[in-house]
């Protein structure tokens, strides 16, 4: 129930400044990818302005995702390697044969 209050509250805000956002740049704008000749209709694309803005923001979005899934890869491999050793050892001890026992010197050794 807190958990969604607090989305409720975090939420509503953010959708109440993209729409206020999207409503307020609804005018067409010429985005074009070849800077050399802004004329050239095969290479320009005419959009409200706000589908930029949401597009750019989406973009960004990814690519931080992206860049932090990518920096955190080693302890998720780690994590993997650590599950499957403590995976053997409750293999190996149910079948109660003990894997990589200390061995203790008795008092002769």
Do not use: C
């Not at 979005?61 to 992206?66: D, P, T």
């Amino acid at each position: 129930m807190f958990n969604r209050f607090v989305a409720l509250l975090v939420l509503l805000p953010i959708a109440v400044v993209l729409i206020a956002l999207a409503v307020a740049n609804r005018h067409a704008t010429v985005f074009t990818v070849d800077p050399f000749d802004p004329g050239n209709p095969a290479l320009s694309v005419e959009l409200p302005l706000y589908v930029y803005l949401f597009a750019a923001l989406v973009l960004g979005m990814l690519i931080g995702s992206l860049a932090t899934w990518f920096k955190q890869g080693r302890y998720r491999r780690r994590a993997r390697e650590r599950e499957a050793e403590a995976q053997k050892l409750r293999q190996a001890q149910a079948r109660g044969t003990p894997q990589n026992a200390p061995q203790i010197a008795g008092p002769g050794a």
